[in-house]
């Protein structure tokens, strides 16, 4: 039961850092002046969507597996303040790999050519506070959903 409580909860941290990650990019949007009038907050979340597919975050989720289950499996011989452990292992992984796969991801042929570090930079620049907190929400929700009661003691009121 333990692994599949695992699965539950990565795939519930990664909904839930999405819906993060889109409502963050859709707030964004909307604070953004544009020259030619306000477009619609329906335009805005389809254009968030496109960048969680296309910008990085879709796929820094789905190879953050890896090293996702070495940090749980770390935990459990650390054994260290599990809200705290996550949300940082989180925050850190998923910018990390937020930003690579960014930094590799498809670029319209009006952007000019630029190294793997330059793109690195570009993205943590642009979207960096953005992925740490979707780290940090996708922590807090991986320890929320399956490792909050697996370490929990009980409580002995004798």
């Known amino acids: 039961m333990g692994n599949a409580n695992r699965l539950v909860g990565y795939l519930a941290s990664a909904a839930s850092a999405s819906l993060f990650y889109v409502v963050w990019s859709v707030v964004d949007f909307e604070l953004e002046p544009t020259p030619h009038g306000r477009v619609s907050t329906l335009f805005n979340i389809g254009l968030a969507i496109f960048f969680w597919s296309f910008g990085g975050m879709g796929a820094a989720l789905v190879l953050m597996a890896l090293p996702w289950h070495l940090a749980v499996r770390g935990y459990g011989r650390l054994q260290r303040c ?77």
Request: hydrophobic share 45%; aromatic share 12%; net charge neutral.
């Open 82 to 158: 599990g809200p705290i452990y996550y949300s940082l292992i989180g925050a850190s992984t998923l910018l990390v790999v937020g930003c690579a796969t960014s930094s590799v991801s498809p670029k319209p042929l009006f952007i000019e050519d630029q190294t793997f570090l330059e793109g690195f930079m570009i993205a943590a620049e642009r979207q960096g506070i953005c992925l740490l907190l979707s780290g940090l929400v996708f922590g807090l929700t991986f320890w929320l959903v399956s490792e909050r009661l697996r370490h929990s003691r009980p409580i002995n009121f004798a």
